[in-house]
Each structure stands twice: as C-alpha cells, then as structure tokens.
C-alpha cells in the first residue's frame, strides 16, 4: 500500500515550513526516499519515529535561518536581528542557565497549553471535513432549546424535507445500529453499522474501490439483503480478497451480500466500516416526533448558502408546526455545519467544564506569560549599565531594543519547538487512544497541523515581545537617563509601583489558581490509589444489547414484540448462568459500579438548589452480589419491580444522607429530578440507606460519591450491563463459556468489553492517574515558575535598596530595625496578594458552585499563600542582609 | 576562512561531489562523507552547505525529473565548477605548504 509507505503528514508539514523554498524539494524528496528505504526493513513506528527526529533537527537547523528572511522580507535595515545578535542571545542564554530553564520550561510548557488546545479546538469545533467541498455538507437537524439537545425523531421530518427542500441536495439519512457479525465456532461478534440511505455515498462524492455503493433500490422494503463495506475491514477480515464483492456473511440473523468496498480512510457518516440500507417500512404510517433517532444530512445546492437553506427550512418547518401536534412546536429546525450535531456543540460551548478549561488555560498562560516576563525583566534592568555604555558609545535605541529582542527569541524559540514537541506527543497518544477506542469521527485530525505550528511560532514572537521587547523599550526609556547619570556609582534603576503591582498580582493569580489544580490532581490520584472495593478475580463484567431487527419505522406491535422478545433472551441467559456451575450469582446495571449518570436532585420540603447526584440503575440482586452492608431500612425486594418506573422507591448511599437531605433519618422522605420546563417529575421515596460503595472511589470529573440508585427489573432494557459473580473459575476463563451462552440464546444479543472487573476498574483508574499526572506536571511548573518570579521580583526590589541599607546603617539604624523594616515592607507587599488571591478563590469556588474548592480544597489556599509568603521572604532577607554588609563609608561615598 | 577560501566542512561536501560525480545529491554525500571519515554528519549541515557554495559560485546544480520514490519529488544534483575546482586545489597546496617540514608521526605537544 502506497498509504503506508507516506511519511507522517504533519513531520512534513513541519519540514516544509522550516526549509527555505530553493531546497524545500530536494530535502523533502530526500527524506521521503530514506524512509521508504527504511520502511522495507524497519516497522512502520521505528521509521517514522526516525522521520520526525530527521524534521526536528532540520527545523532547528534551518529555523534561525528561515526567522531572518522573514524579518528581512519585512523590512530592510540594520535594526533588524542579525545572525550575531541570535549568536550573542545564545550565549546570554548559556550565561544565565538558570534564567534559561526556568524561564525555558515555563514558556515551552504555555506554547505547549496554547498551541495544544488551540489544535484540539480546531480539530474538534472547526474540523475540516476531508471530502470534496466538504464545507457544503450540513446537517438538518430539530434543535430542542428547552433542554439544550438536539430532537433526532426526525423520521417524520425527514420524508417532508426529502420532497419539498430544494436548497439541500441528495438529503440522506442515517443510523447507527449494532449487529452480531456471526464468526467462526459460533461465537458473536458485535460490529457497528451504519443504515444508512443510499445518497450518503452521493453526499460524501467518494466511489467505491471494487463493486457498488448503496442504490436507491435497495432501499426499497422487502429488497433482498445487500451490505457495502470499508477497506479496513475488508482488510482485515476478508485478507483484501478481490473476489469478495458475492459473498455473504451473516449479520444478526439474516444472511447480507457484499456487493461494495468503500476505499481506505472513508467512514462517512462518523466512524462506520460497514453500511446497509435504510428501509422504510410503507405499511405503517410515520408520525411526527416518533421513532428512531435519526441524524439528517445532505450537500447545499450549487447556487445556496446556509442562509438561503435556512429560509427555505424555516417556511417547511412553520408550516409543519402548525399541523403538528403543540408539545413539539418549540423545537427549531436548522440547518448546521455537519459535525455539530455530533458534538453537540452547542451543549458543549456552554458547558461549565469546558467553561473552567478555556479559563484555567488562559489564567496559565498568563502566569507563564507573566512570570518570565518577569524574570527576563528584572534581569534587563539590572543591565541598564551596560545598556548605558553601548548608548554612549553610539548604538541607537533600535539596534539596543533589537539585540534584546534577538536574546528573547532565542529563548523563545527554543520554548516552542519543546512545547510544540509536547503537543505532537500528547496528540498522537490522544489519536492512538482514539483509534483504540474505534470510534474517532473520520473528520478528526488531531496531529501537529501547520496551523498548530505557526501559531506556535506567532506565540514564540509574541512572547520574544513581552519578554524582549517591553523591557528593553522601558530600559531605554527614561530609566536610561538615570543609569547614564549615575554610571559608575551602583545607583540602580527605580521602578517602585510597577513592581508593587507586579508581586501583588503575581501572588494572588498563584494563589487563586493553584488550589483547585492541586485538588482536582489530588482526587484522581486518590482514587487511582484506592482499592477497588469489591473482591478481586471474583466478577466478570460485559455490556449486553439485544439488537431489534427491524426497519425504523416499526409498528408499535412489532415494537412490542421485539420488546418482549428482549425481555425473554435476558431471562433465559439469566437462567441459563444461574445454571452453570461456579456462578454464584449475576446482576444487571446501568453501568459499572464506580460510573453512572449526573442527574440534579431535589428534595420534598427542602428549599434549596437540586444537586447533581450520581444515579445507578440496579436489580434486586445487586447489593447482595457485591456484599453491600444495609445501614437503614432494606434493600430491594422483588414486589418493588411490579411497581410502575415512576412509582419505584430508591436506595441512597451515607454522602447523600448527609450532602442532599442534609443528614437526619432517610427512610420515607421523598426525592426526584429537576423538571424542565414544564414538565412534572415523580416523587420516588427512599426506603433504604446502603454503605458507601465501591469505597471511596470517585470519578475524577465528580465532586462527590452521593449516589441514588434505583431499581430495574432484568429484560426492562434491551441493554445495560451484565457482571458475574464466580467462584472457583478465573473471569478470564469463563469469557469464553459466556460468549457462546449468549450466542445459542439469541444470536441478536450483542456481548461487548467481556472483562473482569477488577482489570476494567484498572484501566478507569490508569486513566485517572494519567489526568493526575498532567494536572501536576502544570501545576508543578506554574509553582516553580511563580516561585522563581516572586523570588526574582522581591530580591530585585530589596536590592535597589541595598545603598538606603547602607546609609541608614552609616546614620546608627540598628541591623535588626532595618530588617524588620525591609521584611515588613515585602510581607506587606506579599500580604495583599495573598489577600486579592484568597477573594478571588472564594469568588471562582462560588461562580463553580461550591465545585471547584468543595471545602478541602480551600485548606489548599492558605497553604499556597504561605509557601508563596515564604519564598517571598527569603528572597527578600538575602538582598537586605547584604545590604547591611555594606559599609556605611562606602555607602556615603558613592552618594 | 577567507570569502574565497573554504571551510572544513565545505571541502569534504566538494570531496564527496568530486567522488561521486554524477551521482551527487543529498543523501550519497552525506554517506559519502559519513564512510569516508567515519563520522556522522547533521543532514541540515550538508544542504546549507551546499546553498551556500553554490552562492559562491563553486558548484552548480539542477533538479532532476520527478521521482515516484520520492513522493513526487526530484533530486537535486550537484556538479563542481571550475571555481570550484580551484578553491580544493588551493586549499590543498595551502595545506601542503604548511605541512612542509613537518613529519605528522613526530608532532608532540610541548
């Protein structure tokens, strides 16, 4: 495959901006040959790992280079950086090696924060759609305003826009279903299938690689069974056989002919290998806002724009409100770009937790930004001498700004290739992650785009500027008369109020920040330690579903017999494992026991906010199965299931007794969701009250472990999740014994993620401590680089008195009077940070509501404040106890 | 270095376009270089290198027909020039008389 045999696209894309354009195809043509040479003999990771280390050392190479043209090609003139003013920066760099990496790492880890959310963002809310015009693909969709979803019953929508929208062409719809793909030794293999209509592949514009794609007749109801499928799996599957196009294969329980292969990387509509009509059964009649969920899509009219298919909607979509029934009139028909409706991006953009994102990578940044400023500040000033020397002997304002300028560069540069190094890593481990997962939108691209690689470079110009160019003009400024009076005589630059306001702000940004970091990384590795909680090597977990072979629009008795044929396949494997020997018993959940749903919870009588509470849905067996002691009242019985949904009692666990009827005895009080809008929810009355469990695990995401569970009764939902408690046999050996039960039961019932518990609680836990790790890796350098910045600050400012010290002392002030005097002024200084910090924490806790410190978390903030106050103060005693080993003559002299 | 005269480094990439003749791109003189002295040699360094005698005048070069292999990318080959040609020699004869007198086995630090 030539695919294959293709360098990394973004390695490239990096090569051709750091080369200059006369040797950019020679260099391309020459790695491109190594590789495909290495390629023949080394796997495909070793080779493009070699690859990128190739760009790299090219790009750093040629990157100096490449700055100069630019700035030349800009403009013309000596005040422009020559390649001695970078040569001279270097060997600043190497004079203060501490500046160098403190300053070096602080910045490379913002451009890595920056320049990463800047290509996770673009990928993920302005994604380029890699089909042709891929722009002019929209989604038609029903947005729901009064819960912020979008409304996908769109059957009934879908057959009226179909006929009468002429701006949106080829109007396709589509759904994902799941299937047992039938294998060898009976043994079921759940795939994912798009049923989709046959203008998907005329929308998309992408032909097939052998045979056909879907053709309108074979959406006809009662066509014969016909499935395209994707390069991958013909791959994979079917050893990329050219005479596979005949075949059959089984999926469920009807045997489908491949009668198309779709080439490598198509997906279309998100992440779909395999695709098979959607038929619309004509017999039974389609009603508004009924049936499946839908996601419509088609491709704009040569000659519309969104706006004009907009119009066009909006007259289709007035007309139906008012022949529609009323409860549906408040959803708005619209039409979007095409991937919004799969990231809800509405929803999504206003989330809290996006909210906190956007704002927590801002506030690093500017903290970054800040302290090197900082650093790189105090030191330039405290080379106003040698500035004043190079002015009086002729160098010009601009030459002087430009030589500092270069040395920030340097640094700055040098930060943005580490940090664009951080952002490749961390994306392809995202990318890998996906891919993994197999459920990446095809339209995801999360590599190092060249997009992501100029921003990094307008960040690291812009962060030569702040940290270069400020300072240098203000060094030059004013500041410069005073140096060159005072040449010869110590006297050093004032700078008062600035650096008041500074060391003010520097304080509180840490303060205020750095505690909900550190607890957010100290939940997940809490819970990344903790046990698991229930027994280990004793549970075997699986997720179920029972597919509904039928057409979307099932007739409401075919619904209910696919329903109950559901509920019979669950009880009969119930059944059928209570059988089996060594299963002492199973359950089934809504989900993993350290997982569930968020639902805001009120309370009857109590007036007061609803609180997000964790739900699970459990069967009677459920406590028992796990051992879960009964604090108050009882558990589930069987007589509670033949009660209607609404009417069910619930379980809670003690952090709710305690978080949300704010304690006192349970049993009896009554508790439901929030309603929207107008909606009524039922009342549920709680009649027990079960130990905390799994112990003290909470999800990384969640403040609290207040939990509600409710009751299920098996073959309720066609699926949940399924765990089974053993005794004597390993759940890894018993996987295999469960799959072929499920398979001789129903072939439609889909196993997936076969696993023992404990190894699927590991895999949550890892991925908290990797969030942790994260978490800590920045706040651990936003505390150096804070610290780094308050020491540099404090002892600059206790420096410029160092000659007052020496003066007072000279007058008879005694050593420990000046001290104090000096230490008082920095603790005030550092006091009032520390105040505007602490206000501000409280205020960011109250805006997160009460989410982001959750009590602990503000024992965190006087914490920081006092490190901060310490470093502050020992960075304030050096200077001033070497002042007062100035001697007083001396001091007076140079007055 | 004089602007007429020549770099280590520049004379070792003419040396490798000398010995490979018609066969001098990119990646035959980095191994060139890389076999006969036995050292690794940064690829970024042979390209500038090359721009830059070729700004001098000392060699030339053009691209060759797009190369599949190559991702559709020709190769660049040079060619020495006669300046070229000139500047090897005298930096031969160059250090040649400095080495006259001098036996390299009998060289002690003092």
């Known amino acids: 495959m ?60 040629f990157a100096p280079d490449r700055f100069m043209r630019v700035m030349r090609s800009l403009a013309t003139g000596d005040a422009l950086p020559s390649r001695l003013d970078l040569r001279l920066g270097v060997r600043m760099l190497a004079k203060s090696p501490g500046l160098a990496l403190v300053g070096g790492f602080g910045m490379a880890v913002g451009v890595a924060l920056s320049a990463g959310a800047y290509a996770l963002f673009n990928s993920y809310f302005f994604p380029d759609i890699p089909l042709p015009e891929g722009d002019r693909i929209v989604a038609v969709g029903k947005f729901d305003a009064l819960r912020r979803v979008e409304n996908e019953q769109l059957l009934y929508d879908f057959t009226v826009w179909r006929r009468e929208l002429k701006q949106v062409q080829d109007l396709g719809a589509f759904r994902t279903v799941t299937r047992n793909l039938a294998a060898d030794a009976g043994v079921g293999e759940s795939i994912i299938i798009a049923e989709m209509t046959a203008s998907g592949f005329r929308v998309a514009r992408v032909g097939p690689l052998l045979g056909r794609t879907l053709l309108d007749e074979d959406e006809r109801f009662g066509a014969s069974h016909v499935i395209v499928i994707g390069h991958d799996v013909w791959q994979a599957r079917f050893g990329g056989d050219p005479s596979v196009i005949g075949r059959e294969i089984h999926i469920g329980r009807a045997p489908h002919t491949i009668v198309g292969v779709m080439p490598q990387g198509f997906a279309f509509p998100v992440s779909h290998q395999y695709w098979i009509p959607l038929r619309i059964d004509p017999r039974t009649p389609i009603v508004p806002g009924m049936g499946p969920n839908l996601d419509v899509f088609g491709r704009l009219a040569p000659d519309a724009s969104k706006a004009s298919a907009q119009a066009e909607l909006q007259m289709i979509a007035s007309r139906l409100t008012a022949e529609g029934p009323k409860e549906l009139a408040h959803l708005d028909s619209r039409i979007v770009d095409y991937t919004d409706v799969f990231i809800n991006a509405e929803a999504e953009k206003e989330s809290t937790m996006y909210a906190f994102l956007r704002f927590l990578i801002a506030f690093l940044l500017v903290v970054v930004a800040m302290n090197v400023a900082v650093l790189v500040y105090a030191r330039t000033v405290t080379r106003s001498e040698e500035i004043a020397v190079r002015t009086a002997l002729g160098a010009t304002r601009g030459r002087i700004v430009t030589q500092l300028f270069a040395e920030a560069f340097v640094l700055s540069g040098l930060a943005a290739v580490a940090g664009l190094g951080m952002v490749a890593v961390g994306l392809n481990m995202l990318d890998q992650f996906m891919r993994d997962a197999g459920d990446a939108p095809f339209w995801i691209d999360s590599g190092l785009s060249l997009g992501t690689v100029l921003y990094a470079l307008l960040l690291a110009v812009l962060g030569a500027v702040i940290v270069g160019i400020v300072p240098a003009m203000r060094a030059t400024g004013s500041q410069l008369r005073f140096a060159m009076g005072s040449l010869g005589s110590g006297a050093k630059a004032k700078l008062g109020a600035t650096w008041t306001t500074l060391i003010v702000a520097q304080v509180g940004i840490t303060v205020a920040i750095l505690p909900p970091a550190m607890l957010k990384g100290g939940q997940t590795v809490r819970m990344a330690l903790q046990p698991q909680g229930f027994a280990q090597g004793e549970y075997l977990s699986a997720n179920f579903f029972v597919a509904r072979e039928s057409q979307v629009n099932a007739s409401e008795s075919d619904a209910r017999a696919a329903a109950d044929s559901a509920r019979v396949t669950i009880t009969t494997l119930l059944a059928r494992l209570a059988n089996e020997s060594g299963v002492v018993g199973a359950t089934i959940t809504s989900s993993a026991p350290w997982t569930g749903g968020r639902d805001p919870v009120e309370v009857e009588g109590v007036d007061a906010p609803a609180l997000s509470t964790r739900t699970q849905w459990v069967d009677t067996s459920y406590f028992g199965l796990f051992d879960v002691r009964v604090l108050a009242g009882r558990r589930f019985a069987p007589n509670d299931g033949a009660l209607s949904m609404a009417d069910r009692p619930v379980i809670v666990n003690p952090s709710f007794v305690t978080e949300v009827l704010g304690g006192g005895d349970a049993i009896g009080r009554r508790v439901r969701y929030r309603a929207y809008g107008d909606e009524t929810m039922p009342w549920h009355t709680i009649i027990g009250v079960v130990e905390e469990f799994p112990a003290g695990v909470r999800s990384s995401g969640a403040p609290s472990t207040r939990t509600m569970y409710h009751l299920t009764v098996p073959g309720e939902w066609d699926g949940a999740t399924l765990t089974i408690r053993l005794r004597g046999q390993r759940p890894e050996t018993f996987a295999p014994v469960l799959r072929q039960i499920a398979m001789s039961v129903d072939p439609m019932l889909q196993l997936s993620s076969v696993r023992s518990l404990d190894a699927k609680y590991r895999d949550y836990a890892r991925s908290g401590a990797r969030l942790a790790l994260f978490v800590a890796l920045i706040s651990g350098s936003v505390l150096l680089l804070s610290s780094a910045g308050i020491h540099a600050l404090v002892s600059f400012t206790v420096n410029q008195r160092r000659r007052e010290i020496g003066i007072r002392t000279a007058l008879g002030a005694s050593a420990r009077r000046i001290l104090g005097s000096v230490l008082l002024r920095a603790a005030r200084q550092l006091a009032l940070g520390v105040g505007i910090g602490l206000l501000t924490a409280m205020l960011l806790d109250r805006l997160a509501g009460g989410e982001l410190m959750n009590g602990i978390g503000l024992l965190l903030v006087p914490a920081t404040a006092a490190f901060m106050l310490l470093v502050g103060l020992v960075a304030a005693a050096g200077p001033a106890r070497r002042g007062l080993r100035v001697q007083p003559t001396e001091a007076l002299r140079s007055e | 270095m004089t602007a ?35 050292r690794s040699v940064a690829r970024a360094a042979v390209y500038i290198t090359l721009r830059r005698l070729e700004e001098k005048g000392f060699v030339s070069s053009w691209m060759s027909e797009p190369i599949a292999e190559r991702g559709g990318k020709g190769r660049r080959y040079a060619k020495l020039e006669a300046e070229g040609v ?18 390299p086995a009998s060289l002690r630090v003092k």
């Open chain 1, 2 to 61: 030539t695919a294959a045999l293709t360098p990394p696209r973004f390695a490239r894309a990096l090569l051709r901006v750091a080369v200059p354009s006369e040797s950019r195809d020679a260099v391309e043509g020459d790695l491109h040959e190594l590789y495909v040479g290495r390629r023949q003999h080394s796997p495909r990771v070793a080779t493009s790992i070699w690859y990128w280390l190739e760009v790299l050392s090219l790009t750093m190479r």
């Open chain 2, 4 to 38: 007429r005269g020549l770099g280590e480094f520049e004379q070792l990439v003419l040396l490798a376009i000398a010995h490979l003749q018609k066969d001098a791109y990119g990646i035959p003189i980095v191994e060139e270089i890389e076999r006969r002295t036995g």
């Open chain 2, 86 to 103: 000139k500047a090897l020699r005298d930096a031969r004869r160059a250090a040649e008389r400095m080495w006259r007198g001098l036996d």
